[in-house]
């Protein structure tokens, strides 16, 4: 079976529903989501929470993260193997996407430095219940 559609989103997880809404949004009217388990939802289903910085709730909690400190820490762990370009834009715009998701009606608990935590460290963003 044949189907023009304007956009095919493989993957009806978090990121390709996500895709899927913020597509719809832009105006694009002929979208489709292919998912080849039985449900949707993939890894997202069992993930408690999702990565961020310098996100609202980071902002509601008095919480600055330093990006080019997360960055470098990051590409350490990674011993620069990784494409830096991506992760940098990664980090710079995971924020507006927590920022998005709440506007979709996702609530997060409150976020929580510990005595002594480094900011750049309180980057998990957990669902509330």
């Not at 895709?19 to 408690?48: D, F, H, Q, W, Y």
Request: net charge positive; charged share 20%; hydrophobic share 40%.
């Amino acid at each position: 079976m044949k189907k023009q559609v304007d956009l095919c989103v493989i993957g009806g997880a978090g990121a390709g529903l996500s895709c899927a809404v913020r597509a719809a949004e832009l105006g694009v009217k002929n979208i489709l989501v292919l998912e080849k388990m039985k449900n949707p939802g993939g890894c997202t289903r069992v993930a408690s929470g999702i990565f961020g910085m310098n996100s609202p709730a980071h902002e509601r909690a008095g919480i600055t993260v330093d990006e080019d400190k997360a960055f470098i820490k990051a590409m350490n762990v990674a011993h620069w193997n990784v494409n830096s370009r991506l992760v940098r834009n990664w980090y710079r715009k995971s924020g507006q996407i927590i920022g998005w998701l709440e506007e979709k009606g996702l609530k997060f608990m409150p976020l929580h430095a510990r005595p002594g935590q480094d900011p750049e460290d309180v980057t998990y963003h957990t669902t509330a219940m």
